[in-house]
């Protein structure tokens, strides 16, 4: 039994970076992110304290100086959040509006009757 196209975050991100939504760093971040998840969710016996953990954050670009991996962590991916919030999805909303207007621009209907009232 096969998987659809994007049952996986793996390929989520990966298609949101194919569609220029998010930078490389985001994308390198957000696999970061997916495997220490997925480490720490599959393995009952793991936690921050790993050596497999500890080696994932060494790859997490912003400098960990307490040591506490569980609060850089935690703090990395509220910043990723907070990090696509800001900047993928505005882009990802200009884009369906601009492509919703050649649309319908190409179908020939008067100018003058815009479909789109304001810049919302």
Same mark, same amino acid.
């Given at each position: $039994?096969?998987?659809?196209?994007? &049952?996986?975050?793996?390929?989520?991100?990966?298609?949101?970076?194919?569609?220029? *939504?998010?930078?490389?760093?985001?994308?390198?971040? *957000?696999?970061?992110?997916r495997?220490?998840?997925?480490?720490?969710?599959?393995?009952? =016996?793991? =936690?921050?304290? +790993?050596?497999?953990?500890?080696?994932?954050?060494?790859?997490?670009? $912003?400098a %960990?100086? &307490?040591?506490? %991996? !569980?609060?850089?962590?935690?703090?990395?991916?509220?910043?990723? $959040?907070?990090?696509? /919030?800001? +900047?993928?999805?505005?882009?990802?909303?200009?884009? $369906? !509006?601009?492509? &919703?207007? %050649?649309?319908?621009?190409?179908?020939?209907?008067?100018?003058? +009757?815009?479909?789109? /009232?304001?810049d /919302?």
């Amino acid at each position: $039994v096969g998987s659809a196209p994007l &049952s996986s975050f793996s390929a989520k991100i990966d298609l949101a970076r194919a569609l220029h *939504l998010i930078r490389d760093e985001e994308h390198r971040g *957000l696999h970061i992110i997916r495997k220490i998840r997925n480490e720490l969710a599959h393995n009952p =016996d793991c =936690d921050f304290g +790993d050596q497999k953990i500890r080696g994932l954050m060494k790859n997490v670009p $912003v400098a %960990n100086e &307490s040591g506490d %991996n !569980r609060h850089h962590f935690q703090w990395y991916a509220a910043s990723m $959040v907070t990090i696509i /919030e800001f +900047d993928a999805i505005p882009s990802a909303n200009g884009r $369906v !509006r601009e492509e &919703s207007y %050649n649309d319908w621009y190409r179908r020939g209907k008067d100018t003058a +009757d815009a479909p789109f /009232e304001t810049d /919302e």
